[in-house]
């Protein structure tokens, strides 16, 4: 046989593509094991294929491990009563403990029923000792088998229980994130909007440090404040902002303690008309009008 | 290039052995390769999650059909996924009603790589600048579409002759860059 002609002929690539039928493949695996040459040439092309898969490689998403693997093991498990059966009969590579304890109670099992009617015939004595035996062993291996499922059964309920925390825990974090992704979603429309006009709070000298910013959107009419730094307020009082229209201050809501503290916008009440904003210290929930001498930080539109 | 033959060894053992756990290590050790080609022939996250996912439980299933003498478990696994994918697209197209010609237009083999698929293995430019557009189109066709040589030649309106040269050509070239 021309070994260089079968080579050429392509027969090789299209064993290693798989592309060739059944009885081609065992045709090409009779001359491959009989000659050298062509093992080295088929070896060529199926790690010249499995390069080239390799250069191909592509980490999965996030979050698709989990899936994957749990979609495996569901349909594995979902075949698993059909072909375990099927399985223990062809070969024996797989033997658990459950197979092999589960099925043997069952064939011991049937002869109880039919045993007694022949025992009570011929030979009573002997036949129901025989009886006896065969009733306690088979009750033994049922109990084992028992013992057996039970465990495996106590084990599955630890898996499950451990899945669902898991799965609670990664929608609790998912929620938290898409919560907060929503929040910084509309904070950064916020900060994007050119309509709104940036108003920047300086330190009076009580505070010098203190440092706030309004976003103030005189179309819409609604207020945002972001802190930079902000002394933390004593004890039972919050921040409060103050809208300054023509000289008087119109309140525009007190600071939540996160945005005082400078972790988010947080939106105030809606102000028609402002040349100014300013914020005070007032007891907890704001007052009717400023405490003046409480008062933290100023700035005014320009 | 099988990074511990040992690794490899291990894993199929414990594959034959029924062993459960044993997919977890498999999946971290190939879902990267059999997700990048399946993704190569489908083009779709999600399908090539399912196809994925099919291929391991095929794997899983007749995982007493795999002949470790006769080829690298990698191999024999990146064969069972491919042609799932393959057989996916082919009866993607079916549905869509271009019955009469199956093959014609699978995205796989037309584009080169879709703009959106970004294998981070750097040597896949590299590689593929060491062939000819036409080697790859060829070989592209085969590996990733499915086609015979003859299913090629009648495709691209070419000599038989012509696409086993270009196929045996593109392997070659393939295999002499193995790391």
């Known amino acids: 046989m021309d070994i260089q002609q079968y080579i050429e002929s392509g027969i090789l690539e299209e064993y290693a593509l798989g592309v060739l039928p059944a009885a081609n493949r065992a045709e090409v695996e009779r001359l491959v094991a009989a000659h050298p040459e062509l093992q080295h040439e088929l070896n060529a092309i199926i790690s010249g294929l499995d390069t080239y ?3 191909h490689a592509l980490t999965p998403p996030p979050g698709m491990r989990e899936r994957v693997l749990a979609g495996w093991q569901q349909a594995i498990r979902a075949e698993a009563p ?4 099927a399985s223990a009969t062809a070969e024996p590579p797989y033997v658990a403990p459950q197979p092999a304890a589960a099925p043997a109670p069952e064939p011991v099992v049937r002869p109880i029923s039919s045993a007694p ?32 499922l ?84 004593p004890a039972g009082k919050q921040y409060q902002l103050w809208a300054l229209d023509n000289g008087q201050p119109v309140d525009a809501g007190v600071l939540a303690a ?44 320009l | 290039m099988p990074p511990v033959p040992d690794a490899e060894d291990q894993l199929v053992q414990r594959l034959r052995d029924r062993d459960e756990a044993a997919m977890t290590l498999f999946y971290d050790r190939y879902s ?65 009603g271009t019955r009469t010609q ?30 000819s557009p036409d080697q790859q189109q060829v070989v592209d066709m085969l590996y990733f579409g499915g086609y015979t040589q003859s299913e090629v030649a009648e495709e691209l309106d070419l000599p038989l002759g012509t696409v086993k040269t270009r196929a045996r050509a593109a392997i070659k070239v393939l295999s002499k860059l193995i790391r």
């Open chain 1, 82 to 85: 059909g072909t375990t059966q």
């Open chain 1, 150 to 233: 039970y465990n495996r059964w106590q084990n599955t309920e630890t898996a499950l229980f451990a899945a669902q925390n898991d799965q609670a825990r990664f929608a609790a974090t998912q929620q938290a994130a898409e919560k907060q992704l929503s929040s910084q979603g509309r904070e950064l429309a916020v900060l994007r909007d050119v309509q709104f006009q940036s108003v920047t709070l300086a330190g009076t000298p009580a505070a010098p440090s203190a440092k706030a910013r309004v976003l103030y959107n005189p179309a819409t009419k609604a207020v945002y404040v972001d802190v930079h730094s902000l002394p933390a307020p």
């Open chain 1, 53 to 55: 898969a390799e250069a």
């Open chain 2, 32 to 96: 990267a390769a059999l997700y990048g080609v399946i993704m190569r022939i489908v083009q779709k996250e999600e399908e090539a999650e399912d196809v994925l996912q099919e291929g391991m439980i095929k794997i899983w299933n007749s995982f007493a059909s795999y002949d470790a003498s006769k080829g690298r478990l990698f191999t024999w696994v990146m064969n069972v996924c491919r042609n799932l994918a393959i057989d996916r697209i082919r009866s993607r197209q079916y549905r869509v």
């Open chain 1, 258 to 301: 996160s945005t005082a503290a400078g972790d988010s916008l947080q939106q105030m009440k809606n102000i028609v008309s402002a040349q100014a904003f300013a914020m005070t210290v007032e007891n907890e929930g704001g007052s009717a009008s400023p405490t003046l001498a409480t008062m933290t930080v100023l700035g005014k539109l």
């Open chain 1, 117 to 148: 009617e022949p025992a009570i015939r011929e030979e009573a004595p002997r036949r129901g000792f025989g009886w006896l035996m065969a009733a306690s062993v088979a009750l033994l291996l049922s109990m084992a088998g028992n013992y057996v």
């Open chain 2, 102 to 131: 199956p093959l014609e237009d699978s995205a796989a083999v037309r584009e080169p790589a879709s703009l959106t698929f970004r294998p981070e293995h750097i040597g896949l430019q590299e590689m593929t600048k060491k062939l």
